[in-house]
T-cell receptor, first 110, second 115 residues
Framework: GQNIDQPTEMTATEGAIVQINCTYQTSGFNGLFWYQQHAGEAPTFLSYNVLDGLEEKGRFSSFLSRSKGYSYLLLKELQMKDSASYLCAAGNQAGTALIFGKGTTLSVSS | DTGVSQNPRHKITKRGQNVTFRCDPISEHNRLYWYRQTLGQGPEFLTYFQNEAQLEKSRLLSDRFSAERPKGSFSTLEIQRTEQGDSAMYLC???FGGGNSYEQYFGPGTRLTVT
């Protein structure tokens, strides 16, 4: 079976750090993706991990542990514009389809 | 290149009617994907093209759904005899299938409302 779990909602304040966790179980695996989606807009790519470890890209970092089926997205120095849904997705074995979680809605307040 | 484009952006139709959506991918991308997203859910994979070949279809893609990519460029998704359960955002994405790059770029979507 295929299952992607992530928290439904999170809240944080401006300037803080937040970690969004994701666990996955897929019949095949070809990398872990994080996308950001603002309300009414298309998902935009944030990060891709295929090997274990931490990938840092500006204020955003993503971590993957393949043995644990676990990833997290770390957002630093939060800004109001970071309020959005964050989607965790696993690439299927063929490297074609993305299997998405339901998304975590992050609300950043001042 | 301005990215992936989709038309129309919104479509309201009556149950039983047929609808067709169009997706224009990023020009150098040979891979094209269709997803469906309902409120509060992540996108669900529908189908995948590499150039003009439809290589993968989800079980979600019932017989009423058909997708084409005739010249390996734009794609169309047709839904026949629409049902209220088809109401959703239909997202198209494209990627360049070279090396290890699997990043998919999404279009703005077509929001379908079936009344």
């Amino acid at each position: 079976g295929q299952n992607i779990d992530q928290p439904t909602e999170m809240t944080a304040t401006e300037g803080a750090i937040v970690q969004i966790n994701c666990t996955y179980q897929t019949s095949g695996f070809n990398g872990l993706f994080w996308y950001q989606q603002h309300a009414g807009e298309a998902p935009t790519f944030l990060s891709y991990n295929v090997l274990d470890g931490l990938e840092e890209k500006g204020r955003f970092s993503s971590f993957l542990s393949r043995s644990k089926g676990y990833s997290y997205l770390l957002l630093k120095e939060l800004q109001m514009k970071d309020s959005a849904s964050y989607l965790c997705a696993a690439g299927n074995q063929a490297g074609t389809a993305l299997i998405f979680g339901k998304g975590t809605t992050l609300s950043v307040s001042s | 290149d301005t990215g992936v484009s989709q038309n129309p952006r919104h479509k309201i139709t009556k149950r039983g009617q047929n609808v067709t959506f169009r997706c224009d991918p990023i020009s150098e991308h040979n891979r094209l994907y269709w997803y469906r997203q309902t409120l509060g859910q992540g996108p669900e994979f529908l189908t995948y093209f590499q150039n003009e070949a439809q290589l993968e279809k989800s079980r979600l893609l019932s017989d009423r759904f058909s997708a084409e990519r005739p010249k390996g460029s734009f794609s169309t998704l047709e839904i026949q005899r629409t049902e209220q359960g088809d109401s959703a955002m239909y997202l198209c994405a494209s990627s360049f299938g070279g090396g290890n790059s699997y990043e998919q770029y999404f279009g703005p979507g077509t929001r379908l409302t079936v009344t």
